[in-house]
Structures are given as structure tokens and as C-alpha cells.
């Protein structure tokens, strides 16, 4: 294997297309990448990622590794004609580890059925800050033990079927407020308390991948720099004093907690220098190409980078391996009426009735229904208005009007909606609710002015301790299961089973 086909094995690039077309040719030409990320952009039925898949190996002359980010919930790219699980912490609710053992045995078989070999999961941050922006109801649980029980679980799942996971996102991210594909966050706890806390799950479940982001941690670090690029904390700390011996792949090198800091070329040498085996470029062909090329050179020309490489190879080698697992389906597997029957069912568990003070639960009266725009448009019907479907689908059953607001509305337009409420039996659908002062306060003023208010918090579960809240409804995320089975709970057609697997007093 010459030397352009060697730095190529380190680098994970995202591509621009659903098909082979001359772009993505001259960017896999240019690369010779060793992996490839899919995202949404680059789906659009089983049938064509399949074949897009077989196309790239078939012109590349080598399988690269496949892989995708299919945590389940709020983080699924495989959508259309594929079964979506709901999220982790969906699965923890149940009280159940099989819930996540299930999901990812799920996962796994559509997954390897398409030709994927990698899934970028699970989470393994613990949520113990209930601001976090980026984590929420991606992690199990702020219960150590409860993530490791979980995670250790799906991962089972997903081996069984031949697929490969990764631990994200190390050394944990839970307890902080910033979002790492914005700015760098920072994690400024003792080293005992992240030794005690964050990096458990990495200590005690056993994954051939881990994933470091773009954080600060002044503990294990000398210089205010992300851990993605620091020595101290990718070789001093993981290889020497965790003695970890599996592959490491960078979270996307485009994020702003890397990106604000450092330019492409640079956040790749630092990156590699410092003890990374992959380096990812998830955008932009102009980027990745040249990064490439820049380490190239660097690497020629360099005996510590050459000898660098030589490690990450071989730690490389044991993915190929597994990847190579005969454990392939057919397409007729995929998307089967019985696995999403059995990601219905983790819904219907996981489903939690924090409070029910008004005993309003089964419903057989609502007068408005009042929900949020949400603002992540996956796994949402109604894309285009960013509207819940399950809002729309309580509107009609008990023929009460709709009222949209937005988490910034003003006091001019949450006045409005106070009015519709007052005296009157509400339902209110929030999505983090806590993070928004505007969406904040109408929960707020509709507790007060209700005769009775029921609220679905359809993200994170935070919402439901809002001061006023009586009755409250947790759902972990809006699959299209999850918004069904909140009108199923309403209609007295099933019984709540799950319990929240956070203390929203962590912080």
C-alpha cells in the first residue's frame, strides 16, 4: 500500500451526495479515505444507500468502513423505509436494560443489511446538568450505573449483528452547558469527581471505539485547548494512565469547538499529533481534499507522524476485522412490520406520568391544544412547519382548536394565548421548555390560568418541574411511536409504565 493509501485509512470524510456522481468520484480519488460517514443528505430509501454503498467499495477497490450516526430518537439518519427507535433515554425509562438490548439488535440488522459497519453510538454522557443544550435525551440517564447498564446492553445488540460501536462523547459532556458543535465547552471539575463520574461508563464498558470531543479539561490539562488536540490528554491520559488500547476517531473537526480555534490543516496535524487515529472532515470537498494532502507531506516528511501512523493502522486492523462479519440480511429485513412493533413497544413503556394532581388522566374532554414549533425538523411530520403531528392529531380527536407559539413568542402574543386558556382544560406540547425563558413563561401563565393543564413534554423530561405544572407527561423524543403513543395515553388505551431516569436537580 503506497503512502497516499495509508494516510488516506486515517481520514473519515462525510460525502456530498446520494450517488456516485463526479464530485463525490474526485473527493474519493483525491482521499482514498478508510471511512465514509453517512448522513442525511446522502439517503434517501434502503434501496439507494445500499447500492450507493456498493458503488463507492465497488470504484474505491476496497470496502471502506461505513459509518452513521444511528443513536435512535432525536439522532437517526436511516429514516425512510427503515424502523426508528426511539432514543436512549426513551429506552431507559422502561426501567429495562433488554429495551436497549432490543434497539440495538434492531439497528444492527438494518444497518448491516444496507452495508454499514459502524454505528456512532451509544451516548455514554452522563446528563447530570439539565441545561446542557446538546446532550438530553441522547444520554440514558444522570445514573452512572443506569448508563453503563444501558449502553452495555445496545452494544451488545449491535455486535451481535456484526456492527461496530463507539463510545461518545469522551470524557463526557453531560455537565456541561455549551455545545461543542458551536464553541468549546469546558469541564472544570476535580480529577477525582471526573474519574468518579464521567469517564465510568469509558472504565466499565468494554467498546473498541471511543470518540473524544471538543472539550476542555483543565484537571487533566496544562494549556485552555480542546482534548481533541491535547497530548496530555490522548496519550498521557487515555493510553497511559486509562490503558486504552482502542481506536479513536475524532468528533467532526468542523464543529466550532475545534473550528473557532484552529484551521483545518492545523486541527488535523495537532489532532494526529496528539494520539488520534481518525481524523473527521464530515464537510466540504475543498477542505478535505487539502487536509489530506497537507498531511500527506506531513507525514513523509515527518519520522514522529510516520511512526504515528503506524500505530493507528494497527489499532485500525481490529475494525477491519470485525466489519468483515458475515452476518449480512436482505432488504426485505429491513423496515419489517414486527421490529417497528417492537420499538412500539418500548415506546409504550417508556412513556412516564409524572404528575397526575387533576386525576385528568384518561382524557375525555380537552378545550385548546397548544404547542410549540420545534426546532429540530427530523422525525417530525409536518417538517415544513416544524409542527408535532401527535398536536394536530389531539386537535381533532377532541375537536379542540390548535394554537402554534414559537420558544421566543413576546408578551404581546403569550398574552393571547393566556387568554384562550383561561378557565378551559389545556393540553400544552413543549420541547425543552426550561431552555427557553419565552416557552418557559407560557407553560407558565397557562398552569395558572387553567381550570386544568396537562403537559407533554416531548424532549427533554425537565419540563414537567416547571413551578405550577400538575399534570405531566414525559415521552423522551418524537418518533413517529412516540407522538401515537401519547394520544393512546390520553385515550386511556394504555397505562404509563415508565419512570424518569434523571434527577433534575443534578447540576
Given at each position: 500500500m503506497n503512502l497516499k493509501d495509508r494516510v488516506g485509512k486515517l481520514f473519515m470524510i462525510g460525502l456530498p451526495s446520494t450517488s456516485l456522481d463526479d464530485?463525490?468520484?474526485?473527493?474519493?480519488?483525491?482521499?482514498?479515505?478508510?471511512?465514509?460517514?453517512?448522513?442525511?443528505?446522502?439517503?434517501?430509501?434502503?434501496?439507494?444507500?445500499?447500492?450507493?454503498?456498493?458503488?463507492?467499495?465497488?470504484?474505491?477497490?476496497?470496502?471502506?468502513?461505513?459509518?452513521?450516526?444511528?443513536?435512535?430518537g432525536i439522532v437517526t439518519r436511516l429514516i425512510e423505509g427503515f424502523c426508528v427507535a426511539p432514543g436512549t433515554m426513551a429506552a431507559a425509562a422502561t426501567q429495562n436494560p433488554e429495551s436497549a438490548y432490543k434497539m440495538g439488535k434492531i439497528l444492527g440488522k438494518e444497518m448491516k443489511a444496507i452495508g454499514v459497519d459502524w454505528d456512532l453510538a451509544p451516548v455514554v454522557d452522563i446528563n447530570?446538568?439539565?441545561?446542557?443544550?446538546?446532550?438530553?435525551?441522547?444520554?440514558?440517564?444522570?445514573?452512572?450505573n443506569i448508563v453503563v447498564n444501558f449502553a452495555q446492553r445496545f452494544i451488545d445488540g449491535l455486535e451481535e449483528e456484526g456492527i461496530i460501536a463507539c463510545l461518545k462523547h469522551f470524557p463526557g459532556k453531560g455537565r456541561v452547558a455549551v455545545d461543542a458543535h458551536l464553541d468549546m465547552p469546558e469541564l472544570n471539575i476535580s480529577k477525582e469527581k471526573l474519574m468518579d463520574v464521567e469517564i465510568y461508563p469509558f472504565k466499565n464498558i468494554d467498546s473498541v471505539s471511543w470518540m473524544p470531543s471538543h472539550?476542555?479539561?483543565?484537571?487533566?490539562?496544562?494549556?485552555?485547548?480542546?482534548?481533541t488536540v491535547s497530548k496530555s490528554v490522548l496519550t498521557t491520559f487515555v493510553r497511559e494512565e486509562l490503558e486504552y488500547k482502542g481506536v479513536l476517531i475524532a468528533d467532526d473537526l468542523s464543529m466550532g469547538g475545534i473550528s473557532n480555534y484552529y484551521t483545518p490543516k492545523e486541527a488535523a496535524e495537532l489532532t494526529f499529533r496528539a494520539g488520534m487515529d481518525i481524523l473527521s472532515f464530515c464537510h466540504d470537498s475543498e477542505i478535505q481534499i487539502s487536509v489530506k494532502k497537507y498531511m500527506e507531506e506531513k507525514i513523509e516528511n515527518d519520522e514522529e507522524l510516520r511512526n504515528r501512523m503506524e500505530e493507528s493502522l494497527e489499532r485500525l486492523e481490529k475494525l477491519y476485522e470485525i466489519a468483515k462479519v458475515n452476518n449480512n440480511h436482505p432488504l426485505e429485513e429491513v423496515g419489517t412490520e414486527d421490529n417497528n412493533r417492537v420499538f412500539k413497544e418500548i415506546c409504550e413503556n417508556s412513556i412516564t406520568v409524572y404528575k397526575n394532581e387533576d386525576a385528568v388522566l384518561p382524557l375525555d374532554k380537552v378545550d385548546n391544544v397548544f404547542t410549540v414549533k420545534l426546532t429540530r425538523l427530523v422525525?417530525?411530520?409536518?417538517?415544513?412547519e416544524g409542527v408535532p403531528e401527535i398536536s394536530k392529531r389531539i386537535s381533532e380527536r377532541f375537536d379542540a382548536p390548535l394554537t402554534i407559539f414559537d420558544p421566543k413568542d413576546n408578551?404581546?402574543?403569550?398574552?393571547?394565548?393566556?387568554?384562550?386558556?383561561?378557565?378551559?382544560i389545556n393540553i400544552v406540547l413543549t420541547e425543552n421548555a426550561?431552555?427557553?425563558?419565552?416557552?418557559?413563561?407560557?407553560?407558565?401563565?397557562?398552569?395558572?390560568?387553567?381550570d386544568k393543564m396537562i403537559l407533554v413534554a416531548l424532549r427533554n423530561p425537565y419540563d414537567v418541574f416547571i413551578e405550577g405544572v400538575k399534570n405531566s407527561i414525559c415521552t423522551y423524543g418524537y418518533t413517529k411511536n412516540q407522538q401515537e403513543t401519547v394520544l393512546e395515553l390520553l385515550e386511556g388505551k394504555i397505562n404509563a409504565k415508565g419512570k424518569i431516569p434523571v434527577d433534575w436537580r443534578m447540576a
Amino acid at each position: 500500500m503506497n503512502l497516499k493509501d495509508r494516510v488516506g485509512k486515517l481520514f473519515m470524510i462525510g460525502l456530498p451526495s446520494t450517488s456516485l456522481d463526479d464530485e463525490t468520484k474526485r473527493v474519493l480519488d483525491e482521499v482514498r479515505p478508510g471511512s465514509i460517514i453517512l448522513f442525511s443528505r446522502n439517503i434517501e430509501s434502503k434501496e439507494q444507500v445500499k447500492k450507493y454503498i456498493q458503488d463507492i467499495t465497488e470504484y474505491l477497490g476496497y470496502k471502506p468502513l461505513v459509518t452513521i450516526d444511528q443513536e435512535g430518537g432525536i439522532v437517526t439518519r436511516l429514516i425512510e423505509g427503515f424502523c426508528v427507535a426511539p432514543g436512549t433515554m426513551a429506552a431507559a425509562a422502561t426501567q429495562n436494560p433488554e429495551s436497549a438490548y432490543k434497539m440495538g439488535k434492531i439497528l444492527g440488522k438494518e444497518m448491516k443489511a444496507i452495508g454499514v459497519d459502524w454505528d456512532l453510538a451509544p451516548v455514554v454522557d452522563i446528563n447530570n446538568n439539565p441545561n446542557n443544550p446538546g446532550i438530553g435525551v441522547r444520554s440514558f440517564s444522570s445514573d452512572k450505573n443506569i448508563v453503563v447498564n444501558f449502553a452495555q446492553r445496545f452494544i451488545d445488540g449491535l455486535e451481535e449483528e456484526g456492527i461496530i460501536a463507539c463510545l461518545k462523547h469522551f470524557p463526557g459532556k453531560g455537565r456541561v452547558a455549551v455545545d461543542a458543535h458551536l464553541d468549546m465547552p469546558e469541564l472544570n471539575i476535580s480529577k477525582e469527581k471526573l474519574m468518579d463520574v464521567e469517564i465510568y461508563p469509558f472504565k466499565n464498558i468494554d467498546s473498541v471505539s471511543w470518540m473524544p470531543s471538543h472539550i476542555y479539561i483543565p484537571c487533566l490539562q496544562d494549556k485552555k485547548e480542546p482534548a481533541t488536540v491535547s497530548k496530555s490528554v490522548l496519550t498521557t491520559f487515555v493510553r497511559e494512565e486509562l490503558e486504552y488500547k482502542g481506536v479513536l476517531i475524532a468528533d467532526d473537526l468542523s464543529m466550532g469547538g475545534i473550528s473557532n480555534y484552529y484551521t483545518p490543516k492545523e486541527a488535523a496535524e495537532l489532532t494526529f499529533r496528539a494520539g488520534m487515529d481518525i481524523l473527521s472532515f464530515c464537510h466540504d470537498s475543498e477542505i478535505q481534499i487539502s487536509v489530506k494532502k497537507y498531511m500527506e507531506e506531513k507525514i513523509e516528511n515527518d519520522e514522529e507522524l510516520r511512526n504515528r501512523m503506524e500505530e493507528s493502522l494497527e489499532r485500525l486492523e481490529k475494525l477491519y476485522e470485525i466489519a468483515k462479519v458475515n452476518n449480512n440480511h436482505p432488504l426485505e429485513e429491513v423496515g419489517t412490520e414486527d421490529n417497528n412493533r417492537v420499538f412500539k413497544e418500548i415506546c409504550e413503556n417508556s412513556i412516564t406520568v409524572y404528575k397526575n394532581e387533576d386525576a385528568v388522566l384518561p382524557l375525555d374532554k380537552v378545550d385548546n391544544v397548544f404547542t410549540v414549533k420545534l426546532t429540530r425538523l427530523v422525525l417530525v411530520e409536518d417538517k415544513k412547519e416544524g409542527v408535532p403531528e401527535i398536536s394536530k392529531r389531539i386537535s381533532e380527536r377532541f375537536d379542540a382548536p390548535l394554537t402554534i407559539f414559537d420558544p421566543k413568542d413576546n408578551d404581546e402574543k403569550i398574552e393571547d394565548i393566556i387568554n384562550k386558556a383561561k378557565g378551559k382544560i389545556n393540553i400544552v406540547l413543549t420541547e425543552n421548555a426550561h431552555l427557553y425563558e419565552g416557552q418557559k413563561k407560557v407553560v407558565e401563565e397557562i398552569a395558572k390560568n387553567s381550570d386544568k393543564m396537562i403537559l407533554v413534554a416531548l424532549r427533554n423530561p425537565y419540563d414537567v418541574f416547571i413551578e405550577g405544572v400538575k399534570n405531566s407527561i414525559c415521552t423522551y423524543g418524537y418518533t413517529k411511536n412516540q407522538q401515537e403513543t401519547v394520544l393512546e395515553l390520553l385515550e386511556g388505551k394504555i397505562n404509563a409504565k415508565g419512570k424518569i431516569p434523571v434527577d433534575w436537580r443534578m447540576a
